[in-house]
């Protein structure tokens, strides 16, 4: 027995050690981002946002480590975040839908389905959508837009609405004919 004891205690080199507990561990640190349910927000968009949490321990983590950085990014309604062990995070994004382009002091908007005001860049895949006129719209659209949409009204078929100070909208259709609604009923 002491002959063991004297073989490891002469072998032994605290040192060693040392080195291996230096080396650096990569078991449940942050690898892998994955983006699912995305289509107008880019993947690159949304890890470049989050590129502060790679590396770091899955376990510390928080959700709002990942939201916080993410509230500046066009569109996005909300996030659901996963941990996959032992190194991936998924992020499962849900988009506004963009629902018109609203004029407003001599610049373009688009407005989401959430009643947000976005920038309007020209872009191509925006460009049908319709176009809203009128001191006020975007406090009163939303509310116009839904309940066209639960009395089945062919929204696509629409180029433009306008708004009313008096609470009264007028659309005019894609083939020129304008509709007017009363400010009730």
């Known amino acids: 027995l002491l002959i063991i004891v004297l073989i490891f ?3 032994y080199s605290p040192s060693g050690l040392n080195l291996i507990i230096q080396k650096d561990n990569t078991f449940l640190k942050i690898q892998k981002i994955e983006i699912v349910n995305n289509s107008l927000i880019k993947d690159s968009e949304i890890k470049e946002k ?3 949490i790679y590396k770091k321990n899955i376990f510390s983590i928080k959700r709002r480590d990942i939201e916080d950085p993410l509230k500046e990014i066009d569109f996005l309604e909300k996030i659901e975040v996963k941990k996959k062990y032992p190194n991936t995070i998924i992020v499962e ?3 506004t839908k963009p629902v018109a382009i609203l004029y407003k002091n001599k610049a373009r908007y688009l407005l989401d ?3 947000n005001l976005i920038l309007f860049k020209n872009n191509k895949n925006f460009s049908k959508l319709p176009s809203i006129f009128g ?3 975007k406090n009163h659209f939303m509310h116009f837009f839904s309940q066209l949409e639960n009395n089945n009204f ?3 078929n629409v180029k433009k609405f306008y708004f009313f100070q008096i609470g009264r909208w ?3 259709l894609a083939n020129d ?3 007017k609604f009363p400010n009730s009923n």
């Open 93 to 95: 994004i849900f988009e």
């Open 154 to 156: 062919p929204i696509t």
């Open 9 to 11: 205690l002469s072998t």
């Open 113 to 115: 389905s959430s009643s």
């Open 135 to 137: 001191e006020g719209a």
């Open 50 to 52: 989050l590129s502060t």
């Open 170 to 172: 007028d659309l005019q």
């Open 177 to 179: 004919r304008l509709i």
